[in-house]
């Protein structure tokens, strides 16, 4: 009988050697046909049942390596796969986890696949910067797939879901979420479902991702979802016109001091302010020190809306009220990548008319001298005037609105 061996008992079932068992599930788990195993730390009663299996003499080192031919010699196993079969006898079915890592890696790249390709067929949908789903994507992947690929392509696809829906119209992000996946709360501040989307947005518009509630509401207002009615605001100077009591009456004492206001979108839904007459003229420009110089010369001249920087829904929902009578708004914005991107979005929303916008205006905005800046993002397209984009990415020079308040304040007639 090889020594060790006891008729009846399985000399692997000993209670003293069970770190050499497992040691052995975990090299047969990891998919390996060892050649040593190595045990370390072994206590006095582990020694001695190492002694006993193999006939010794003397006791094992607290740290041994065993050659596997050896212990399958010693329990009469005649091959690895013996002794793999016997070791699963006493463990049960053993994890391939060498090919469970392999699977698990071609999962993952299969999700990254999907995701590119998914993401690409965004295109432009949010009027964004070329390229962004592509970073979307690297953003995602750098991140880990949270809770395995399966759990992590179900949560995915629900940010796909959502994306495809934007830019919405206004909708409360409430109502948003649950139409788009069944939980008003799934894009609540916190959700993970929220960061992903939030994080394309801010790339699509070549911003910052969200880093506090302000920042994540601001992200969802350039989409076109009201986080809440109070918190969309509009910045306006100079609008004389009807509107129902108390706001009216307000907006009225106002545009008479020469006061810029700023108005809730709560406020403009309850109180909506009338149109402009047809052929009456109202401008939009994307920086507020416009606004503020235009107040500080006492400004009387047509409505002026801010949309300081990319539009709220309250400033989409200005515009849109201001225009509803065949009003004309006309729309202008610094000459940089986000500028152009404002102009296309606010004519593509809101029905604006992109106004000293053209790539005449643009090289006459550039014609002083020769500035350090330049434009290092990527320009989108201008459909008002295709060659504005030309002009801009061969001058490679912005040109900002602060730079052009005098003019453009004058031309305001």
């Known amino acids: 009988m090889t020594a060790g061996h006891v008729a009846g008992v399985r000399p692997l079932a000993r209670p003293e050697l069970a770190p050499v068992v497992d040691e052995l599930v975990r090299r047969f788990g990891e998919g390996q046909s060892p050649v040593v195993v190595t045990v370390r730390g072994l206590p006095i009663e582990a020694r001695r049942g190492l002694a006993d299996l193999f006939g010794l003499d003397r006791l094992p080192p607290a740290h041994a390596r065993v050659r596997v031919t050896r212990l399958v010699e010693a329990l009469g196993l005649g091959s690895v796969a013996g002794l793999r079969a016997e070791v699963e006898g006493l463990r049960g079915p053993l994890p391939d986890r060498r090919a469970e890592r392999l699977a698990e890696r071609a999962a993952r790249d299969d999700l990254w696949g999907w995701l590119a390709a998914e993401a690409a067929a965004l295109g432009s949908a949010l009027g964004g910067a070329p390229g962004w789903p592509t970073a979307w994507v690297d953003r995602v992947r750098s991140q880990g797939a949270r809770g395995g690929t399966a759990a992590h392509r179900r949560r995915l696809e629900r940010a796909l879901r959502v994306l495809r829906a934007l830019p919405a119209d206004g909708v409360p992000l409430a109502a948003f979420a649950n139409d788009l996946v069944g939980d008003p709360h799934a894009l609540d501040r916190g959700r993970r479902l929220a960061a992903l989307v939030l994080d394309a947005v801010a790339l699509a518009g070549g911003g910052s991702p969200a880093t506090d509630a302000e920042s994540g509401r601001h992200l969802w207002e350039t989409a076109g979802v009201v986080p809440d009615p109070l918190s969309s605001t509009v910045l306006a100077l100079g609008l004389a016109v009807d509107a129902p009591p108390p706001l009216g ?3 009225a004492a106002a545009t008479a001091a020469g006061e810029p206001v700023v108005l809730t979108l709560a406020q403009l839904r309850r109180w909506p302010v009338a149109p402009l007459a047809s052929g009456r003229t109202a401008y939009v420009v994307e920086n507020p020190s416009l606004v503020a110089e235009a107040a500080r010369r006492g400004w009387s001249g047509p409505p002026l809306v801010c949309s300081s920087g990319r539009p709220t829904v309250a400033v989409v ?70 060659s504005l984009r030309t002009a801009m990415l061969d001058t490679g020079r912005p040109a900002y609105e602060e730079e052009l308040r005098a003019d453009l304040l004058a031309a305001m007639v």
Not at 336 to 355: C, H, K, Q
């Open 317 to 386: 929902t200005l515009v849109r009220q201001l225009a509803a009578a065949g009003g004309r708004v006309r729309q202008h914005a610094d000459f940089d990548a986000a500028g152009l991107a404002i102009t296309a979005w606010l004519a593509d929303r809101a029905g604006t008319t992109p106004w000293r916008m053209t790539s005449a205006d643009y090289l006459a905005a550039t014609a002083g001298p020769t500035s350090s800046r330049s434009i290092d993002e990527a320009l989108p397209a201008t459909p008002w005037d295709p």
């Open 249 to 251: 009456p307000w907006l």
